[in-house]
């Protein structure tokens, strides 16, 4: 049987929207050869992600350390920060009043689980994994690729 | 003998005739009546009693425990007991509490407390 890599659980585990955005962390591990000592789970949505980090650290014996990583939408940065937030506010957790842009990571007060929260893309602005993936692409190769579609010749112009 | 009369039988049948689930349901409604003004202690609460009913058995037990001023400690190892106690207790915000009781490294018993809240996300994401 393969391993289905988008729904690892483990002492280190890191819960996401759903399985676009597990294949592109897992892309991005790849192509920076990041040692696997994580694991990815794809809950199969944001309020999910966010109950599961909640319903984790209750756990007999939770994972060392959980990352989330959800889209800033629905409706908006702000919003899901807040929503973070008031989940969390009864655990041993000092929340920032909005996220740090390099990621958010906390460390328990009772010595629980280390926390980490990415909402794409950057932290900073709204929007959802989609955009991260538009400002990792060079200007010139949205070019490149338009000029491919377009032109006539080219074995892809069937696709416009 | 026991009897139950229902409105669907014209004549009273038997308590033994109709299910371990409401022999069960029964004792615990009798224990409820008997413990009046204090405790009681009730070991593995799903016994005999149908996954699909647990939720509407845990909301007699908060309605009578309420009325007779009787505070009831159950415990569990179902996790269809745990989602009819969680229905139950949304309905009785201020009426319930939840603990799991754990061994810690080095084999003592700890408690866990659980809000409603966490319950509910520990519930729906099978996280337990």
């Known amino acids: 049987m393969s391993i289905d890599w988008c729904h690892q659980d483990g002492d280190a585990v890191l819960l996401v929207e759903g399985s676009n955005d597990c294949h592109v962390i897992l892309a991005l591990c790849q192509l920076h050869s990041i040692p696997q000592t994580f694991g990815i789970y794809e809950c199969g949505s944001d309020d999910r992600a966010i109950k599961r980090m909640n319903a984790l650290l209750q756990k007999e014996n939770p994972p060392r350390v959980i990352g989330l990583v959800i889209d800033a939408d629905r409706p908006d940065l702000a919003g899901r920060w807040t929503s973070i937030q008031s989940k969390f506010s009864k655990q041993p957790y000092d929340l920032p009043p909005i996220p740090i842009p390099d990621g958010t990571i906390i460390e328990a007060k009772d010595g629980g689980p280390r926390l980490g929260f990415w909402l794409m893309p950057n932290n900073q602005v709204d929007g959802m994994l989609e955009d991260f993936c538009r400002d990792m692409i060079d200007a010139s190769a949205v070019e490149n690729c338009r000029a491919m579609l377009t032109d006539s010749t080219s074995e892809w112009s069937y696709l416009v | ?128």
């Open chain 2, 1 to 128: 003998m026991p009897l139950v009369s229902s409105r669907n039988a014209s004549e009273p049948l038997p308590l033994k005739s109709m299910g371990d689930g409401i022999t069960r349901l029964f004792h615990i409604i009798v224990a409820l009546v008997s413990a009046k003004d204090g405790i009681l202690l009730i070991d593995e609460f799903e016994n005999g009693i149908h996954w699909s009913v647990q939720e509407a058995v845990w909301k007699t037990v908060f309605h009578l425990a309420e009325r007779l001023n009787v505070q009831v400690f159950a415990t569990t190892h179902s996790r269809d007991c745990i989602a009819g106690f969680e229905g139950a207790w949304a309905e009785h915000r201020d009426a319930g509490a939840f603990f799991r009781l754990q061994l810690d490294a080095s084999g003592l018993p700890t408690i866990k407390a659980y809000s409603l809240e966490t319950l509910a996300d520990s519930l729906e994401t099978d996280v337990e």
